[in-house]
């Protein structure tokens, strides 16, 4: 399974974004998401999670309100929809794919990564 993820970019703060991770090699239908960031200097850090259908989120209560996950299995494709960003959203941001049906918070559920698509806001 290959994941890439793409739609990163540079934008002022209170802009949008909309991340894509499209997967490779399986279809993502069976399969729990999440959307994870990683600042400079900082850990890698849980941002967003939906389960096989789209039917249940999750969010860090940092992004709640402001992102939006989803997924179209078709195209085997998962998006993050950023609004309001502000400058402490600035972070590589990675997609993965779990081994079970379900979402989760937590990096170590995660068995396959993208490659990270970095997101700058400017303020």
């Known amino acids: 399974v290959q994941l890439q993820a793409y739609g990163g970019g540079l934008v002022q703060t209170g802009g949008s974004l909309r991340l894509s991770c499209t997967a490779s090699?399986?279809?993502?239908?069976?399969?729990?998401m999440g959307w994870f960031r990683q600042a400079p200097g900082k850990e890698r850090e849980f941002v967003a999670t939906i389960n096989w259908s789209g039917g249940s989120t999750s969010y860090a209560d940092s992004v709640k309100g402001r992102f939006t996950i989803s997924r179209d299995n078709a195209k085997n494709t998962v998006y993050l929809q950023m609004d309001s960003l502000k400058p402490e959203d600035t972070a590589v941001y990675y997609c993965?794919?779990?081994?079970?049906?379900?979402?989760?918070?937590?990096?170590?559920?995660?068995?396959?990564w993208g490659q990270g698509t970095q997101v700058t806001v400017s303020s």
């Open positions: 993965a794919r779990k081994g079970g049906i379900s979402g989760s918070k937590s990096s170590a559920d995660y068995s396959y």
């Open positions: 090699g399986r279809p993502i239908s069976n399969y729990g």
